[in-house]
C-alpha cells in the first residue's frame, strides 16, 4: 500500500505526513488494519523499541468541579456517582503514589479537579512532590492542575515537578461544544506556560465525542505544533450522568487507526493509550501496544481498569518490556529540543524524559455514546470515515466507577 509505505519512510526519518495522509489513515478499511498496525510499529520500534513507560494516576481531589467540559465525570452539574473528596494530604497522596511506583510505573501523574490552582493548591501540591521524591528521588512528577496563572509554573518547576498535563482535547473549530467555560486558547496558554517554565509539556486528545476526521487531525497536528513531548490519547468513556453518555461512536478498529494517525503524525513523541484502554480495545489491547509506547497502570481517575498485574502480563506476552526507571522516554534528539525549548533543564532533559498524564483534564475515565451497531460485514468493507456515530455498541458494562486507591479505605489497583 503506497500510502503505509510512504508513511512509515516517513516516520522512520522522523518526518511529519501530510495533513491528507494523515486523514487517509483514518479512511483505511478493516481489511488494511494490520498492515496499518505493522507500519506505525515499525515507526514505533524505530524510535522507543519495545518499552512501555508506566505511568500512574493519583486523583488528588475528585469530583465538584466549576468548569462544565461535557467529557468529564466531575464537571458542573455531573449526574455520575464518582468519589467526591477535597485534597488529600501530602502523606496519603504520597502513599497512593508509591503502590504504582511499586507495580512498574516510572511517572506519577498528581491530578486536581478544578479551573485552575490557587496559590495555596500550589503550596499544596510542593508538599506533595515533597513526600514523592523523598521516597523515591527518581519519581518523574507530572501535575495536571488545570488553567496556570501567571508564575505557577515557574513554582511547579522549582518544587520539582518534572511535567505537566493539558489537554487540547479536540480541534479549535469544535472546542465550544464540548467545554463553554473555558477556551482551546486557554489551554494552548496555559501548555506554552508549562513548556515556557521548562515543564515538559504533556497534552493530548479524547476521540470518540462526536467529532469528525477532520477535527481529529486538527487537533493532533496542534499538538504537533505545540511541541508536546507525550500525547495522551483518551477514548471518551461515556460515564451515565454527563451530556456525553450516549455517545458510543467507537470501535477497537478506529481506537487503532486513530493510534496509528497519532504516531505517524509525531512519530518520535511519546505517545499514550490513556483512559478508555479497556472499555473501547477491549481484547485488541495488545495490538495498540505496537503502536503507543506508554500507557496508565491500574485505574483512572473516576473509573477502573483493568487490574495492574493485567496491564503487566498484556505487556510481557505481547513482548514488550517495561521502561525502567533510569531509561529515557524521547529518543535523545527529542530530549534535546525539548531541553532547548525549556531552557536547557526541562523534564525531558537528562537522558530523554516525555511526559506523562491526563488528569483533572485528562484521563478521567469516561463517557460514551451508543447507538446502533454497524454489521461486522458493513465493518469490513466500508472506510472508517463512513462509519456512522454509534458504530461501536454501548458497553455499560465495561464502565466501572473507581471505588478504591486514593480517596477510599480500599487498597489502590498497581
Ligand atoms: S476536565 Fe478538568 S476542568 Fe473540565 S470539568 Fe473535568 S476536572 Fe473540571
Not at 122 to 138: F, S
Not at 221 to 227: I, K, M, P, T, V
Not at 234 to 261: D, S
Not at 335 to 361: E, K, R, V
Request: include cysteine; proline fraction near 4%.
Amino acid at each position: 500500500m503506497d500510502l503505509l509505505d510512504t508513511l512509515t519512510a516517513k516516520g522512520l526519518r522522523g518526518e511529519t505526513p501530510t495533513r491528507e495522509e494523515a486523514l487517509a489513515v483514518l479512511a483505511t478499511t478493516d481489511d488494511d488494519l494490520l498492515d496499518v498496525v505493522a507500519a506505525a510499529g515499525r515507526v514505533r520500534r524505530r524510535w522507543f523499541g519495545r518499552r512501555v513507560k508506566l505511568n500512574y494516576l493519583v486523583n488528588l481531589k475528585s469530583g465538584l468541579c466549576p468548569e462544565d467540559c461535557s467529557y468529564c465525570s466531575q464537571r458542573l452539574g455531573s449526574k455520575a456517582e464518582i468519589l467526591k473528596y477535597t485534597w488529600l494530604k501530602p502523606g496519603q497522596a504520597a502513599e497512593a503514589a508509591k503502590a504504582g511506583v511499586s507495580g512498574g510505573a516510572k511517572r506519577v501523574c498528581l491530578v486536581a479537579s478544578g479551573r485552575g490552582p490557587t496559590d495555596r493548591d500550589i503550596d499544596r501540591v510542593t508538599d506533595t512532590v515533597a513526600a514523592i521524591k523523598e521516597a523515591d528521588p527518581a519519581v518523574e512528577v507530572c501535575a495536571c492542575l488545570g488553567l496556570l496563572s501567571d508564575n505557577q509554573a515557574e513554582r511547579l518547576k522549582a518544587a520539582g515537578v518534572d511535567a505537566y498535563n493539558h489537554n487540547l482535547n479536540t480541534s479549535e473549530g469544535t472546542y465550544g461544544d464540548i467545554a463553554t467555560t473555558h477556551t482551546y486558547a486557554d489551554r494552548v496558554d496555559t501548555v506554552q506556560k508549562a513548556h515556557g517554565a521548562g515543564l515538559s509539556a504533556c497534552s493530548g486528545l479524547i476521540a470518540g465525542m462526536g467529532e469528525s476526521d477532520d477535527d481529529l487531525v486538527d487537533v493532533v497536528f496542534a499538538l504537533r505544533e505545540l511541541g508536546s513531548d507525550s500525547v495522551p490519547v483518551n477514548f471518551l468513556i461515556p460515564f451515565e450522568g454527563t451530556p456525553l453518555a450516549k455517545e458510543w461512536n467507537l470501535t477497537p478498529q478506529r481506537c487503532l487507526r486513530i493510534l496509528a494517525m497519532v504516531r505517524f503524525v509525531n512519530p518520535d513523541t511519546e505517545v499514550r493509550i490513556a483512559g478508555g484502554r479497556e472499555v473501547h480495545l477491549r481484547s485488541l489491547q495488545p495490538l495498540g501496544l505496537h503502536i503507543a509506547n506508554s500507557i496508565f497502570l491500574g485505574d483512572y481517575l473516576t473509573s477502573e481498569g483493568q487490574a495492574g498485574q493485567a496491564d503487566l502480563d498484556m505487556i510481557r506476552d505481547a513482548g514488550f518490556e517495561v521502561e525502567g526507571m533510569g531509561e529515557g522516554t524521547l529518543p535523545r534528539h527529542r530530549a534535546d529540543i525539548a531541553a532547548q525549548a525549556s531552557g536547557g533543564c526541562g523534564a525531558a532533559a537528562p537522558a530523554a524524559g516525555g511526559c506523562g498524564s491526563g488528569g483533572g483534564c485528562g484521563p478521567c475515565g469516561g463517557h460514551a455514546h451508543g447507538e446502533a451497531a454497524t454489521g461486522p460485514e458493513a465493518a469490513a468493507t466500508e472506510p472508517a470515515d463512513s462509519e456512522p456515530a454509534g458504530a461501536d455498541e454501548a458497553r455499560t458494562d465495561l464502565v466501572r466507577v473507581r471505588r478504591r486507591g486514593a480517596g477510599t479505605e480500599l487498597a489502590p489497583n498497581a
